[in-house]
């Protein structure tokens, strides 16, 4: 059987549960989406079931998450999107002019400074969870008491009891004067027709139904009920049961809190910086090459690159081989260890005193629950000067804390929460931060390992946060944390452009790790 008939078993298997009968003339156009659960998402949304047309098919697309637009930012200038067979680009533009990034700042270049990486967090070689019933229990309840330790140390107005003393209570917990506070686990947050929210609240001795009232739009949590809440978050209520109600009506939320940052920074005597790229895809037919050299050619030839000591590439740095239906005909190098090495060739273009981070992301050839391990040392033989690392990874270059994570679960966050959209990935970043976890919601888009101790609860606040996957580019100061959204190396793809998704590739983001100052530059 052709390898297109079995995925296409699947997307009409998988279709045609969610209630909708595929028309033959759109089956070339569903066998090129790369997740059709997206669109069984957006079917489901609006209720809509039976006949898939050309014309069900362009509406459903229509039905699916604001996408990403170019949007101006600073530093960058202003550009189109450059397809593979484009004439070899122009010499990069001497950007190391910017204002906020002076190489007078940099008193010593990359090269004389000795590496300095000190790892955290990896996963590699530490996962221990054999996947059962209790390991997954034991994550959540890992989880529920780190993240409630941080909500106690931000202070609660009374003391936090259990869900099953709450419930016993009740009766004495019936007005405004009265409240109580639980702290526990979220599921089934929906906002109700008169735009409140109601979810439930679950502890180890019992759950609770809550029921957030957009009673004033001044009120702090207002912002809760309009954005909702994640599956598997970890919260705090406080609230009573008004006379009669089994549910409790809520009057404050309590995430751990976030006051400003206060940001590490290398010595003066260490002010080299550290860059940022990922979603190279290198295999696919849309990975940029004559940028990728472009780039190469500038970190030989310009000072603004005699600072940068370390390159952080956040994952998919392959595009991989089966990933979804049909890649093979997205690929120009359809062999896996090829599409490796080649990387590694790639990589041997940056001068020598550039240390790379390697992260891996869903494209790559490791398991796909987080958090993922290091790549397999047998794909890492044709790399010089590369640390391979684990998914997420929490590390520190001369005492400033980064962590990168490759940013699977941005798509969780956008199916959930109604700020944030593929193009402002950065309101996911910071919902991240807000709630201390990186991929909260099991059984969502993003696969997760059930480690004994959940390790995508994000321990210590970095002070860069870097993540990647939706090929979008963003950089900001956020309570005091450096935000960077990686930018891909990979063109539009046909799905993409299908959805009139812009990604914003080629750009470098350059951070000085003395004084925090970022740079965006384009090589397209
Ligand atoms: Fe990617
Ligand atoms: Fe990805």
């Known amino acids: 059987?052709?390898?297109?008939?079995?995925?296409?078993?699947?997307?009409?298997?998988?279709?045609?549960?969610?209630?909708?009968?595929?028309?033959?003339?759109?089956?070339?156009?569903?066998?090129?989406?790369?997740?059709?659960?997206?669109?069984?998402?957006?079917?489901k949304s609006i209720g809509k079931k039976g006949m898939l047309d050309a014309a069900t098919l362009d509406a459903l697309l229509g039905e699916m998450k604001p996408i990403q637009r170019p949007?101006?930012?600073?530093?960058?200038?202003?550009?189109?999107?450059?397809?593979?067979?484009?004439?070899e680009p122009s010499p990069a533009p001497r950007m190391h002019e910017l204002d906020d990034y002076r190489l007078v700042d940099f008193p010593m270049k990359a090269k004389d400074i000795d590496a300095e990486i000190s790892i955290h967090f990896d996963i590699t070689g530490k996962s221990v969870t054999e996947g059962r019933k209790e390991d997954i229990r034991s994550c959540f309840n890992d989880r529920l008491k780190q993240i409630r330790r941080l909500i106690l140390d931000g202070g609660l107005p009374n003391r936090p009891m259990k869900v099953n003393e709450l419930l016993r209570r009740k009766r004495s917990i019936s007005s405004v004067d009265e409240m109580a506070t639980v702290i526990g686990i979220v599921s089934d947050s929906k906002n109700t027709k008169g735009g409140h929210l109601r979810f439930t609240i679950e502890d180890d001795s019992g759950s609770v139904d809550c029921m957030l009232g957009l009673w004033n739009e001044d009120d702090a949590c207002s912002d809760i009920v309009h954005s909702g809440l994640m599956d598997d978050d970890v919260i705090g209520v406080t609230g009573h049961f008004p006379q009669g109600r089994d549910d409790l009506?809520?009057?404050?939320?309590?995430?751990?809190?976030?006051?400003?940052?206060?940001?590490?920074?290398?010595?003066?005597?260490?002010?080299?910086?550290?860059?940022?790229?990922?979603?190279?895809?290198?295999?696919?037919?849309?990975?940029?090459?004559?940028?990728?050299?472009?780039?190469i050619e500038w970190f030989n030839k310009d000072p603004l690159a005699e600072t940068i000591r370390y390159l952080v590439i956040s994952g998919d740095g392959v595009d991989g081989v089966g990933?979804?239906?049909?890649?093979?005909?997205?690929?120009?190098?359809?062999?896996?260890?090829?599409?490796?090495?080649?990387l590694g060739t790639m990589l041997q273009g940056l001068p020598e005193w550039v240390d790379v981070l390697l992260l891996p992301g869903n494209h790559d050839a490791v398991r796909p629950a987080e958090p993922q391990p290091a790549l397999d040392p047998e794909l890492q033989t044709d790399y010089n000067n590369t640390l391979f690392v684990g998914n997420p990874c929490d590390f520190s270059l001369h005492g400033v804390r980064v962590l990168s994570y490759h940013g699977v679960s941005i798509?969780?966050?956008?199916?959930s929460l109604r700020t944030v959209t593929f193009e402002r990935p950065e309101a996911a970043m910071k919902a991240m931060i807000d709630r201390r976890h990186l991929a909260p919601s099991w059984g969502g888009k993003t696969p997760l390992s059930p480690e004994p101790e959940d390790r995508l609860v994000i321990q210590e606040i970095p002070d860069i946060f870097v993540t990647g996957h939706v090929h979008g580019h963003h950089t900001e100061s956020y309570k005091g944390v450096t935000l960077v959204h990686s930018s891909t190396w990979q063109d539009q793809t046909s799905y993409q452009r299908m959805l009139g998704f812009q990604p914003k590739p080629c750009i470098l983001t350059v951070v000085n790790l003395h004084t925090h100052a970022t740079a965006a530059i384009p090589f397209v």
Not at 71 to 87: G, L
Not at 411 to 415: A, I, L, P, T
């Open 1 to 43: 059987m052709p390898v297109s008939d079995e995925d296409w078993a699947v997307i009409h298997r998988k279709v045609t549960q969610a209630g909708l009968l595929p028309a033959k003339s759109v089956r070339e156009r569903l066998l090129e989406l790369p997740d059709i659960d997206l669109l069984i998402d957006a079917a």
């Open 71 to 87: 949007v101006k930012e600073e530093n960058v200038v202003a550009r189109t999107i450059a397809p593979v067979s484009a004439p």
């Open 249 to 295: 009506r809520v009057d404050d939320i309590h995430f751990p809190p976030l006051k400003m940052h206060n940001r590490n920074t290398a010595g003066e005597d260490r002010a080299v910086s550290v860059a940022f790229i990922s979603d190279l895809h290198l295999g696919s037919k849309t990975f940029l090459e004559p940028q990728w050299h472009k780039m």
């Open 323 to 342: 990933i979804y239906p049909g890649q093979e005909r997205e690929l120009n190098i359809p062999d896996l260890f090829n599409q490796y090495s080649t």
């Open 411 to 415: 798509m969780d966050f956008v199916s």
